[in-house]
């Protein structure tokens, strides 16, 4: 079994790297789905714009999604009508748009993705569910979706609903010829390590260089700044756990419930091997007690080629945070908080950031906008967020309580983690992440160090892969 995403399998090369001080329009920072959608947007503005990525394009959180490009998305609409059923009712229709936004670039663009048609399912197998379900349906054809009532095949459900016209695709296919389109503006391996504002104009200093532009976009997973945003307070983090089976047949479904205990799958087939993709179980990152134990809870459903897991930023009203970080400022930019649902998101994410830097109207830049109103998910959901948070900076004080291989102490005056390889080989970093200083758990079946908090990964020997730490935590003596 490789303990790995299966799409890392397409891992690209990684292209030029910021080597010099650089004048452009807008800068970008982060090349996932979010930032290559944004700057493919923008690229017949005339604008310049560069992207840069610490790492390479696509291998941060775009690698580890299940990669379902749908509409019916779990619990979603449910959520937000609490708030407002036209909120809910134009988050769906953004939803549809950013489906068809994707088969048309593929199409147009020829890009060879393994995008399949497929239909998509929303099911229970709980009693109690099923009015939510019915309330659903009700909602789906109240605003114009083709939907049936059903019952999936081959999988214990009690009601099932089903809509067309929905896709998969392979995530890291599609990063990457977007990529080789604007190759002369990507910079990988360039990581931002401040962002000054002064006169109107931005100074990010990239490896060591200055790069002024009029706009930048951050575009990020998490983002790496506390202030002005607070995320912390306004989201929650979210760890699912995925695996990958060869199987004999593919089923041209998709499907996700809405139980207690998650349940998301797909069918991919790559030349000919044919797999399972199954995501089982979700947890707020403040209340996983044992990474291993979850990984274990997963292989006792099948025999999987591949696993490994995936971090989700949920916001407190269940609706992306896209737009103006500073709410009458169009220069500086961002794009995150998908509830789990980054690949209609961060494509539609990448249209919104483009026609606020345009002047474009947009429909949706209202109800994705950062600083959105009050509302009832808002008020219900600060609190609750605001505790996870706490919690997890709590929690993270105590370590890898049960994980003897890891030991904390301190060398040469700093509080450092060690973990023991099988070949008793010494890992040392830096115990705390440095974006808000929480601790750090060892991962010993993806092998990485993470940060219960706010979803930073690093390398056993430390080197960051995923915000938002800005910074590597490798032990220097």
């Known amino acids: 079994m490789k303990k790995m995403s299966i799409w890392l399998n397409e891992k690209d090369k990684g292209y030029q790297e910021i080597d010099k001080n650089m004048e452009v329009d807008v800068l970008i920072v982060g090349g996932g789905i979010t930032g290559l959608?944004?700057?493919?947007?923008?690229?017949?503005?005339?604008?310049?714009?560069?992207?840069v990525e610490r790492n390479i394009c696509g291998c941060g959180v775009t690698s580890r999604s299940t990669a379902k490009i749908t509409y019916l998305q779990e619990?979603?609409?449910?959520?937000?009508?609490?708030?407002?059923?036209?909120?809910?009712s134009l988050y769906l229709k953004s939803q549809i748009e950013a489906v068809n936004k994707v088969k048309d670039i593929v199409k147009n663009y020829n890009i060879e993705c393994d995008l399949k048609l497929?239909?998509?399912?929303?099911?229970?197998?709980?009693?109690?569910?099923?009015?939510?379900?019915?309330?659903?349906?009700?909602?789906?054809?109240?605003n114009h979706v083709s939907v049936e009532k059903t019952k999936l095949e081959g999988i214990n459900n009690i009601l099932a609903l089903k809509v067309d016209n929905t896709y998969t695709f392979h995530p890291l296919k599609y990063i990457n010829q977007l990529k080789e389109m604007m190759r002369d503006n990507i910079y990988e391996n360039s990581k931002v390590e401040k962002i000054d504002k002064i006169d109107g104009y931005y100074y990010s200093l990239v490896n060591g260089f200055v790069i002024k532009s009029k706009y930048v976009v951050i575009a990020t997973h998490y983002p790496y700044f506390l202030i002005p945003f607070l995320m912390p307070f306004k989201t929650h983090v979210e760890t699912s756990y995925i695996g990958a089976k060869k199987v004999r047949e593919v089923k041209d479904i998709?499907?996700?419930n809405i139980d207690s205990d998650c349940i998301s799958f797909r069918y991919y087939q790559n030349n000919n091997s044919k797999y399972l993709i199954y995501l089982f179980n979700s947890y707020s990152s403040c209340n996983i007690k044992s990474i291993k134990d979850n990984f274990d809870?997963?292989?006792?459903?099948?025999?999987?080629?591949?696993?490994?897991?995936?971090?989700?930023?949920?916001?407190?009203d269940y609706i992306p945070y896209v737009g103006r970080i500073y709410k009458n400022d169009d220069t500086l930019l961002m794009g995150c908080g998908y509830n789990t649902w980054g690949m209609t998101n961060g494509v539609l994410a990448g249209q919104i950031l483009s026609d606020i830097i345009?002047?474009?109207?947009?429909?949706?830049?209202?109800?994705?906008?950062?600083?959105?109103?009050i509302n009832f998910n808002k008020i219900v959901r600060l609190p609750i967020d605001i505790g996870c948070s706490m919690k997890a900076i709590i929690k993270s004080?105590?370590?890898?309580?049960?994980?003897?291989?890891?030991?904390?102490t301190k060398r040469n005056g700093k509080s450092v983690a060690i973990y023991k390889d099988s070949n008793n080989k010494e890992h040392i970093v830096l115990n705390r992440c440095p974006h808000m200083k929480c601790g750090l758990v060892?991962?010993?079946?993806?092998?990485?160090?993470?940060?219960?908090?706010?979803?930073?990964?690093?390398?056993?020997?430390?080197?960051?892969?995923?915000?938002?730490?800005?910074?590597?935590?490798?032990?220097?003596?």
């Open 75 to 88: 619990k979603i609409y449910m959520n937000i009508r609490k708030s407002s059923k036209d909120e809910a």
């Open 37 to 51: 959608s944004t700057i493919f947007a923008l690229k017949d503005s005339g604008l310049k714009t560069i992207l």
């Open 297 to 316: 809870e997963l292989n006792k459903l099948y025999k999987f080629d591949y696993t490994w897991s995936n971090k989700d930023i949920i916001t407190n």
């Open 358 to 373: 345009l002047k474009k109207d947009n429909p949706y830049i209202s109800l994705y906008a950062p600083h959105r109103r």
């Open 442 to 477: 060892f991962n010993e079946v993806e092998m990485t160090w993470d940060c219960l908090c706010h979803g930073s990964r690093f390398t056993i020997d430390g080197k960051c892969i995923e915000g938002p730490s800005n910074f590597d935590i490798a032990f220097k003596a």
């Open 118 to 142: 497929v239909s998509s399912y929303l099911f229970t197998n709980e009693e109690k569910n099923i009015r939510e379900l019915e309330e659903e349906y009700d909602f789906l054809k109240a």
């Open 254 to 256: 998709s499907a996700i």
């Open 397 to 408: 004080t105590k370590g890898n309580v049960n994980n003897s291989k890891v030991i904390y």
